[in-house]
């Protein structure tokens, strides 16, 4: 097996679309995802000796792209007011009689099938840009980035209540969103 | 006894919260108990349940290294351009 070699003169033609798709779920502003695409590929640039032919190229790139990712919340978190307030409303109600309405239908997929369709997929990201950037931030936290409730909290300085309550109307509004461009198309 | 009773009488209102946040956090004992009564009688329930479920996997995926989701958006051919040129500089 021979040694894993950096061709950075073929990055953005092999690399730049995909790295910009993982950024673009991530940040919501294309302009962002621009941007920390590019100072990925310069800081890959000035880093290549650090390459140690280990991984493969597409994986140390995708590293270094997810640390400029997380950097990115870091420093953005002054400017994204976390705390729950009156306009983060629950899209799902509950009548007099303590039903949830809109009433939930029965989506007939299997969970771990779910994920194999394509389709529905391309809905969530449209669903994704419809959350407003605090619920999309902590949704992306949570569940795209796959951090741990103790770790959105301290890192970002959430209450965890605050967090349970954001997060459960962002699935909310998500679930409804799936509902209405996709599953009732069936 | 009382408590016991209680549980029984969960509305969707007073369970659905959980729903959401056991995954979030790991429930109370009490908090366990009331959600698997709870979704042993009531199929709305079970399916908003099994409804998040799904968003959480569909949404794991979308965000791996190799999805094939968005492949419609593509990076600014000018910034691809600008990119290409200062690597070719500095190699």
């Given at each position: 097996?021979?040694?894993?070699?950096?061709?950075?003169?073929k990055?953005?033609?092999?690399?730049?679309?995909?790295?910009?798709?993982?950024?673009?779920?991530?940040?919501?502003?294309?302009?962002?995802?621009?941007?920390?695409?590019?100072?990925?590929?310069?800081?890959?640039?000035?880093?290549q000796?650090?390459?140690?032919?280990?991984?493969?190229?597409?994986?140390w790139?995708?590293?270094?792209?997810?640390?400029?990712?997380?950097?990115?919340?870091?420093n953005?978190?002054?400017?994204?007011?976390?705390?729950?307030?009156?306009?983060?409303?629950?899209?799902?109600?509950?009548?007099?009689?303590?039903?949830?309405?809109?009433?939930?239908?029965?989506?007939?997929?299997?969970?771990?099938?779910?994920?194999?369709?394509?389709?529905?997929?391309?809905?969530?990201?449209?669903?994704?840009n419809g959350?407003?950037?605090?619920?999309?931030?902590?949704?992306?936290?949570?569940?795209?980035?796959?951090?741990?409730?103790?770790?959105?909290?301290?890192?970002?300085?959430?209450?965890?209540?605050?967090?349970?309550?954001?997060?459960?109307?962002?699935?909310?509004?998500?679930?409804?969103?799936?509902?209405?461009?996709?599953?009732?198309?069936? | 006894?009382?408590?016991?009773?209680?549980?029984?009488?969960?509305?969707?209102?007073?369970?659905?919260?959980?729903?959401?946040?056991?995954?979030?956090?790991?429930?109370?004992?009490?908090?366990?108990?009331?959600?698997?009564?709870?979704?042993?009688?009531?199929?709305?329930?079970?399916?908003?349940?099994?409804?998040?479920?799904?968003?959480?996997?569909?949404?794991?995926?979308?965000?791996?290294?190799?999805?094939?989701?968005?492949?419609?958006?593509?990076?600014?051919?000018?910034?691809?351009?600008?990119?290409?040129?200062?690597?070719?500089?500095?190699?």
């Amino acid at each position: 097996m021979s040694e894993e070699t950096l061709e950075p003169e073929k990055w953005v033609e092999k690399y730049a679309d995909m790295l910009f798709r993982y950024t673009l779920v991530r940040v919501k502003d294309p302009d962002v995802a621009e941007e920390l695409v590019q100072s990925t590929f310069f800081a890959a640039l000035k880093s290549q000796h650090t390459f140690a032919g280990k991984s493969t190229e597409k994986t140390w790139l995708f590293g270094i792209l997810k640390h400029k990712t997380m950097d990115h919340f870091r420093n953005a978190k002054k400017n994204i007011n976390l705390d729950i307030s009156d306009s983060d409303t629950d899209r799902i109600q509950f009548t007099t009689s303590g039903h949830m309405t809109p009433s939930p239908n029965n989506w007939n997929m299997d969970p771990e099938k779910a994920t194999q369709n394509k389709e529905l997929a391309e809905v969530l990201a449209k669903c994704l840009n419809g959350l407003s950037e605090k619920f999309h931030r902590l949704f992306v936290l949570k569940e795209i980035e796959g951090l741990s409730s103790e770790q959105i909290c301290k890192e970002f300085d959430v209450k965890p209540t605050n967090l349970w309550v954001i997060l459960h109307r962002a699935r909310n509004q998500l679930k409804l969103c799936l509902e209405s461009n996709w599953i009732n198309k069936e | 006894m009382n408590w016991f009773m209680s549980i029984f009488k969960m509305t969707c209102k007073d369970v659905y919260p959980l729903i959401s946040e056991e995954m979030d956090r790991s429930l109370s004992l009490s908090g366990r108990l009331r959600l698997k009564i709870h979704l042993a009688i009531c199929i709305l329930c079970d399916i908003y349940r099994k409804q998040l479920q799904i968003l959480r996997n569909l949404a794991r995926n979308l965000g791996k290294e190799d999805s094939q989701a968005i492949e419609t958006e593509t990076l600014n051919p000018e910034v691809k351009e600008k990119i290409q040129k200062y690597i070719e500089d500095q190699i």
